[in-house]
């Protein structure tokens, strides 16, 4: 059965539109959740936002569900982006090294995503197979690309260290405590005061041996 040209645009026109609303109705998610709280959510919230009707949400991605881990893919892109940690551009090893460095200990790559959110969906993630596995996939990334770096900084004698693999699993939980300690024992101390002496700590590791 042969489909006429005429439908044929209405499909791609169907499909232009939804990738087209896809990712402002995602954006409204995650704004809402900063704001309410994964409690106080609801998809009738995410569309008063941007000014659709609640059924649009549905009729774009049929569940909650499906909505859930779209976003939690929108948000792994966030982190995956290569225009953060990329230093390659910088020639001297050592600048290279203290530059990548300093971005995942600084606050504005804890903040890839806001902290509410990012929490929100870790607990949604020891409930939720699919989402456990996206997290899994993401954390899996940021440790093979600071092993890679590792291997490549060790090669040249920036830092000495034997296992780039362990030194990259305690660097991304060194990176994850960064928020927890913020949140709950910082006493209103910026987040850079204990990023800073955590920096130094690692780093003196990494070229002495410890790993």
Do not use: C
């Not at 609303?21 to 959510?41: A, H, M, N």
């Not at 971005?103 to 804890?110: E, R």
């Not at 405590?177 to 949140?183: A, F, P, R, S, T």
């Amino acid at each position: 059965m042969h489909t006429s040209p005429d439908e044929t645009g209405k499909v791609m026109r169907k499909n232009k539109s939804a990738a087209l609303r896809k990712p402002d109705i995602l954006e409204s998610y995650y704004q809402v959740l900063i704001q309410e709280g994964l409690e106080g959510t609801s998809i009738s919230k995410i569309a008063s936002r941007i000014g659709i009707h609640p059924s649009l949400i549905i009729h774009y991605f049929k569940n909650k569900e499906n909505l859930k881990i779209e976003l939690v893919d929108l948000l792994i892109e966030k982190y995956e982006s290569p225009s953060m940690i990329n230093f390659d551009h910088i020639e001297d090893d050592e600048e290279h090294f203290d530059s990548l460095i300093s971005m995942i200990f600084s606050l504005q790559w804890s903040r890839t995503v806001d902290p509410s959110v990012h929490f929100g969906f870790y607990y949604l993630s020891l409930r939720n197979e699919k989402i456990l596995e996206r997290f899994r996939v993401m954390f899996k990334w940021l440790r093979d690309y600071l092993r890679e770096k590792l291997v490549y900084f060790n090669a040249k004698g920036v830092i000495n260290v034997k296992d780039e693999k362990k030194a990259a699993d305690y660097i991304v939980t060194l990176m994850e405590g960064l928020e927890i300690h913020n949140q709950f024992l910082a006493d209103g101390k910026p987040f850079e005061d204990f990023a800073q002496v955590a920096q130094k700590a690692l780093v003196s590791a990494l070229k002495n041996g410890e790993f």
